[in-house]
């Protein structure tokens, strides 16, 4: 059991003083996730802290490779609205 921060990270530090394992420490220019440290805050919160509060969509994995804070998360707004919102911005 453990998380994954993934390159789309920011750099932004909310995440690691939240982590109640201490898992989270920065390895030269991002952020990693000790697997053998983290629990996913199992036993200590509902969810996992660094993952609420991220503002990176995405940027966090469970261990099972799935975005804990997907698209659309943060925003409230569907991936395919976006896309479409998106997509009709760029053609102006």
Request: net charge negative; proline share 10%; hydrophobic share 40%.
């Amino acid at each position: 059991m453990a998380l994954k921060i993934i390159d789309t990270c920011v750099n932004c530090y909310a995440c690691e003083p939240l982590c109640p394992s201490k898992a989270i420490y920065k390895a030269e220019a991002y952020f990693l996730i000790n697997p053998k440290k983290c629990t996913e805050c199992v036993g200590d919160f509902d969810v996992p802290q660094c993952a609420s509060i991220c503002p990176i969509e995405g940027a966090i994995l469970d261990s099972a490779g799935i975005a804990i804070n997907p698209p659309g998360s943060l925003t409230g707004i569907p991936p395919e609205k976006m896309a479409e919102a998106m997509a009709e911005l760029q053609a102006h």
